[in-house]
């Protein structure tokens, strides 16, 4: 599952990725067109208390992997250019599962806003209306296509064209009111009809405020600003300081320790905005504890038990008899499969079993 970092030429969303990422991307480029790519691990500290029970030969965290996308370029009407990246670009952006939009709330006079001023919430909408314009375009060229060849075809073809235009039509008008496609009810039958088309404002949306340290201590209130005002579905607003965060990063954990104390701040963000990517992706985890292996498994929420033991391997899917089944707390109580199984705590499910977020499972198969 990919996240596409997005934001405005200045926002900091390189040295957000460089946070996230502990990577090492050049900033400060305005938009420089390269690509950066890294995979993170999902911070999960039941991993860590079941590895005390189970001493394993290895932890295995699920993960998310983002990438830091150019910053779109001023289009020549003064705009920002969604459509003014490089085809390769923008294609990938549309290939994303959700976006990370990285909102600038800092002032930095080494780092001048583009439009002499800091304002989150016009920047915010800005790409936004951006993306908007982007899903208009692609699909009045689409609408353009269908009734071009709505009157050819044989019959099947000719009503599909129909239902296509019909859905289109409907979902048009709000993107030409200005209101992104994820506030839309849009049944399965509908999702599958336009999942081809990759719409940007169809994506989860993760907004990250990006502050400076002086407004550190008003960070929930700067959320709570945005969240009264950005009331879109399948959307998340958080913030962080990523230069403090950067520098957090590069401590000693003592060091850093001294650090967050001296600024008043009682845990890194980094580890609550890997979590909200997660949860944005509309993930759960389920466990595996033994001897070889403590490991987290990402599956949508509201998977079943099936679904559970195809992401360990196709073969458990295949021949899948039953599912031992232990919520985490009573294990951690319990210590072992056996004392949870004794206590009535292990259960059996078959495979309609809808898998939570901590389970920890054990698969029975047939070979």
Same mark, same amino acid.
């Given at each position: ?32 067109? /390269?690509?950066? +790519? #890294? &995979?993170?691990?999902? !911070?999960?500290?039941? @991993?860590? *208390? %079941?590895? $005390? ?23 020549? /009407?003064?705009? +920002? #250019? &969604?459509?003014?990246? !490089?085809?390769?670009? @923008?294609? *990938? %952006?549309? $290939? ?36 908007? @314009?982007?899903? %208009? ?231």
């Amino acid at each position: 599952m990919q996240i596409a970092i997005v934001g405005l030429a200045g926002s900091g969303k390189t040295t957000v990725f460089n946070t996230l990422t502990r990577g090492h991307a050049q900033t400060g480029g305005y938009g420089g067109m /390269e690509l950066h +790519v #890294g &995979t993170v691990k999902v !911070p999960d500290e039941r @991993l860590d *208390r %079941l590895a $005390e029970i189970f001493k394993p030969k290895k932890i295995v965290h699920a993960d998310v992997t983002y990438f830091d996308l150019p910053a779109p370029p001023a289009s020549t /009407e003064g705009r +920002v #250019g &969604t459509e003014e990246l !490089p085809a390769d670009q @923008l294609a *990938r %952006l549309r $290939e994303a599962d959700a976006l990370l939009h990285v909102v600038r709330a800092f002032e930095d006079p080494n780092v001048p806003h583009a439009d002499g001023s800091v304002d989150a919430w016009r920047d915010l909408e800005r790409l936004d209306l951006e993306f908007i @314009l982007a899903d %208009l375009s692609v699909m009045e060229k689409r609408l353009e296509r269908l009734k071009a060849s709505g009157h050819h075809g044989t019959a099947a073809e000719r009503d599909a064209n129909d239902r296509e235009m019909a859905l289109l039509g409907r979902l048009h008008a709000p993107l030409a009111a200005g209101r992104p496609l994820r506030d839309e009810v849009i049944d399965s039958e509908e999702e599958k009809s336009i999942r081809g088309f990759r719409f940007l404002t169809q994506k989860p949306v993760l907004v990250l405020v990006n502050v400076g340290e002086a407004d550190l201590p008003r960070e929930a209130e700067i959320v709570a600003g945005i969240v009264s005002r950005y009331e879109h579905e399948s959307a998340l607003v958080d913030a962080l300081s990523a230069k403090i965060e950067m520098e957090l990063g590069e401590l000693e954990p003592e060091e850093a320790a001294v650090f967050m104390e001296e600024l008043g701040l009682k845990e890194s963000s980094l580890d609550r905005v890997i979590r909200l990517s997660y949860r944005l992706l509309g993930l759960i985890s389920f466990l595996t504890a033994g001897p070889d292996e403590v490991r987290a498994w990402p599956i949508p929420g509201g998977s079943n038990a099936v679904d559970a033991a195809g992401a360990i391997h196709t073969d458990l899917a295949h021949g899948f008899i039953r599912a031992e089944v232990v919520p985490y707390e009573d294990l951690l109580a319990l210590k072992t499969m056996a004392e949870s199984r004794k206590h009535g705590k292990l259960r059996s499910e078959g495979k309609t079993y809808l898998v939570h977020d901590g389970d920890v499972v054990e698969i029975l198969f047939s070979k």
